[in-house]
Structures are given as structure tokens and as C-alpha cells.
């Protein structure tokens, strides 16, 4: 019988959001962590390394995932509907050198990255892992930063994700981090698994105790604050888009020095810049529509992450830059438009042009801010249908996961979806399964059992085991 979860509670959820990760440990007995290393070297020595089929092969590990202390993490950060993502894959260190610093792409693809907790990772530990068995290290703080000129390697203030078996570090997607070196030598495995949300938060899924934000009290980050960027966070979990608007009195000289920080060098800067602007209402507003079509990339792209805390004020602006002809322009007013929600309603026409738009990037940028608006219109379902035969295979698992995000809403994409288990791209195929169980209706589950009985895979048969 599972046990319900246990929540993080608001000191736990305001680490999460300043430093980007958490260091929490499971309850099983030392002998269950002990039992599944074992396994993991069996499997390692004898099959290799099973990727994606971490979990099936060794079946155990759902037992971890199912733990109150994990399924509570998960609840709290990315609400009860959260996804367990197709993608998986077991981590062996036996290097006694340090890993470069680095975030993890999208299984080789590159997409605009979100502030707001949409995704996050588990990193489980199965050994006592020792600083010196080499564990992973994150950089705190660091997963709201796209430049890694400031991540070098012998940057100070690292954080290590060691401590007795059963220790998992849940860390936002997006935080810089890295292995460190195992001078044991002895085999240190991390099993990494990816989860994302399907529903924008409406209220607290955490423990929530305190109505308005206040910083962790032994806050001591390396590089940089960003007291808007959390307190914005915050009001954004507590289930509040563009709650920071219209915060400011207007203030001529400020917004001139804010306008001029969205084109300072050191990211941070720019960064603390573009959410002030957000508080501003109409005025702040304009300043981040012209950094939107700044001639940098960089400052085009900062300028859309205050733009996607701005509220409904920035919606029109952001419709208007869909006709940009540079496409960076376009890509960084889609993804405020999708952080926006359900104000951006009124996009729906102006993005589903763009799914004939020539560049991949677009039309997958498109496809994502679909579902983050969760409309109930048929011209949003309808645009992912189109999706799902897109010639580019981020298009199409892209637009699975978000009809995912619509639910029983996204019934008209059936058969569609029904087509997509055919697809030869493994992540098609795979989110296409998750769309239709979140989408549930009778008529979705058969398809799902129907196919997963197909594609039955007895986890126990190996070449040393055949039948």
C-alpha cells in the first residue's frame, strides 16, 4: 500500500527555489540499497549500461520512486500530475578526474529554457558515496543562468550531493553541475531520472504554511541574488501568473537604469533587471518589448523572461514580435507567450500560423507554448495534430507532451496519436503513450493497453537467459 507523500515544507521549498537543488535521503534499510548495487553490477558487467530500460531491467528502482520522501519532493516541486519522463539513464563513475561543468540537454535537442520549475531531475545515490567516491556536484543558484563564463572549473561554493545510500539530490532541469573525482576507484553509480509537470500550478502542493515569500535564512549563494526572480517563483507554484505586475510606482530614472542593466555583460545583472522591469506595468512593459528586439540575442532573450512575468499587460507586444522577421525574436516572444498562460489565449490564431513557419525551432517553440496555455480551444488540439505529423521528430514528441498537458480536452487528437506509436523516433513514441493516458477516456486506454501489451518486453530474459 503506498504511503502519501511527504510534502517539502516551506524552508525546503525556498532553498529549492533560490539554489536550484535539494540533498534528501529515502528510508529503506541499508540492505535494499545494498541488494540493488549488487544487481546494478550484474546487469553492468554482464549486458551493459540498459539506458531507457534502467527502470524495467531493474525493477527494484520503482520501489525508490514509489518512497514517500521522493513522490513528496516530486508533489511539491511539479504537482501531483507530474510526469515520469520516457528518458532515464544510470551513471557509472569510476574516473578519478572531475567531469566538465554542464546542463543537460533535451536528448540532444536545445529549447528555450524555463525559469519556473517545469522540469526537474532526480539523481539517486544506491552506495554510500563519499566525497571521495567522486558524487555528483551542483553549483548553487546557477539554474536561471544560460553563460558558463562565470562556471569554470575551479569556481568556489559547489555543492556535493554525497552521504549514506539511498541519498538523492532533486534538482531543478537547468542547474549547472557536474561528477567529481572518484580517487576511490571503487564503482559509484547515480541513477538519473527526468520528470516534468503536466498542469501550471493553481495553489501550493507543498506543505504551505506562509502566504507571501521570504528569503531561506542561511541564504549564501556564490554568484548572485535574484530576490524578484524567486519571489515571482514562489507566487508562481502558489498557482499566481504575473503577480508581480503593476508592483511599482513609476519611476522615470529607475526604468532608464533597469532599460540599460538588460544589456549588461554579466548575466545576473541583466537578469534581476528584466524581472524589476516586469513590476512596472505598461512602461516596464515597453522597456522589455525593445530589449525583445534588441539586436543581441542575449538581451532579446533576457527581456522575454520578464516579459513572461509581466502579466496580461505583455500579451499584445509579444503577438505583435510574432511577426518579427528575425527568428530569435520569435522564439523568445513564444515561449513568454506560453509562460503566460492561459492571458495569452488571444495568441492562439497568431501561433498556430507559425506551424508552417520554415525553421524547426519555431514550430517546436509553438507546439510547446500549446499546451503551457492549456486552452480548452479546438484550435489549440488542432495545431498539435498538425504537430504530430511534422517532418521534424522535436516537433512531434513536443507536441505529445503537450497534449498531455490538455487531458481528456485533447480527445480529437486520438487518432492522431494512434498514428504516433508507429513513429521511428523512440520519444514520439513514447510521449505519444503519455499523451493518451492523460488525455484517459475509454477509447485512450485501449489504444494504450493495446499497445503496451504489443510491445511487451519480459525484463528478466538476457542472452545468458533466454526463456
Known amino acids: ?139 548553487p543558484g546557477t539554474q536561471n543562468y544560460e553563460s558558463r563564463t562565470f562556471v569554470s572549473d ?28 572518484n580517487v576511490l576507484g571503487n564503482a559509484r553509480f547515480m541513477l538519473k531520472f527526468e520528470f516534468m509537470r503536466t498542469a501550471a500550478p493553481a495553489a501550493p502542493t507543498w506543505d504551505n504554511q506562509a502566504t507571501a515569500w521570504s528569503e531561506p535564512s542561511d541564504l549564501a549563494l556564490p554568484i548572485a541574488n535574484h530576490e524578484t526572480l524567486w519571489e515571482e517563483t514562489w507566487n508562481w507554484l502558489s498557482g499566481s ?3 508581480i505586475a ?5 519611476d522615470a530614472n529607475k526604468l532608464n537604469e533597469l532599460a540599460r542593466e538588460l544589456e ?21 512593459v515597453a522597456a522589455l ?22 502579466g496580461e499587460e505583455a500579451v499584445n507586444g509579444l503577438i505583435a514580435a510574432l511577426e518579427h522577421d528575425r527568428e530569435e525574436t520569435v522564439y523568445h516572444a513564444i515561449f513568454a507567450l506560453g509562460e503566460l498562460g492561459q492571458f495569452a489565449e488571444a495568441a492562439l490564431p497568431a501561433l498556430t500560423s507559425l506551424l508552417s513557419h520554415p525553421s524547426a525551432t519555431i514550430r517546436t517553440a509553438v507546439a510547446d507554448a ?17 504537430c504530430l505529423a511534422d517532418k521534424d521528430a522535436q516537433v512531434r514528441f513536443t507536441a505529445g507532451l503537450s497534449l498531455s498537458k490538455l487531458g481528456s480536452t485533447a480527445a480529437a487528437a486520438i487518432p492522431a496519436l494512434e498514428a504516433a506509436l508507429d513513429d521511428e523516433d523512440r520519444y514520439v513514441r513514447a510521449h ?9 477516456t475509454e477509447e485512450a486506454k485501449d489504444l494504450l493497453i493495446k499497445s503496451l501489451f504489443n510491445a511487451r518486453w519480459c525484463t528478466t530474459t538476457t542472452p545468458a537467459d533466454t526463456f
Open 241 to 243: 501568473v504575473g503577480s
Open 370 to 386: 500549446l499546451g503551457m496555455i492549456e486552452s480548452t480551444s479546438a484550435a489549440g488540439v488542432d495545431g498539435l495534430i498538425t
Open 432 to 440: 505519444a503513450l503519455e499523451a493518451l493516458r492523460y488525455i484517459g
Open 154 to 181: 575551479e569556481v568556489a561554493g559547489e555543492a556535493f550531493a554525497n552521504g549514506e545510500a539511498g541519498t538523492f539530490a532533486l534538482i531543478h532541469y537547468d542547474i549547472w553541475h557536474r561528477s567529481t573525482p
Open 1 to 139: 500500500m503506498n504511503q502519501s507523500p511527504l510534502l517539502l515544507n516551506d524552508e525546503q521549498m525556498r532553498k529549492f527555489i533560490t539554489e536550484g537543488f535539494l540533498i534528501l535521503k529515502t528510508d529503506f534499510p541499508e540492505s535494499f540499497h545494498h541488494a540493488l548495487t549488487a544487481e546494478l553490477n550484474k546487469v553492468y558487467d554482464a549486458e551493459g549500461n540498459p539506458g531507457n530500460n534502467l527502470l524495467p531491467r531493474i525493477r527494484e528502482i520503482q520501489q525508490v520512486f514509489d518512497s514517500p520522501v521522493i513522490t513528496g519532493a516530486l508533489t511539491s516541486v511539479l504537482g501531483p500530475n507530474y510526469m515520469l519522463h520516457a528518458h532515464r539513464h544510470g551513471h557509472y563513475n569510476a574516473q578519478p578526474v572531475a567531469g566538465g561543468w554542464h546542463k543537460d540537454s533535451y536528448w540532444g535537442y536545445s529549447r528555450m529554457r524555463n525559469h519556473h520549475p517545469w522540469w526537474a531531475m532526480i539523481m539517486y545515490f544506491p552506495q554510500n558515496t563519499p566525497l571521495e567516491l567522486g558524487p555528483t556536484s551542483v553549483l
Open 289 to 310: 518589448l525593445a530589449g525583445l528586439h534588441h539586436q543581441s540575442a542575449d538581451v532579446s532573450r533576457v527581456s522575454a523572461y520578464g516579459l513572461s512575468a509581466a
Open 246 to 250: 503593476n508592483s511599482r510606482k513609476e
Open 264 to 284: 549588461d555583460e554579466f548575466e545576473p545583472t541583466a537578469l534581476n533587471a528584466a524581472y524589476e522591469l516586469a513590476r512596472y506595468g505598461r512602461k516596464g
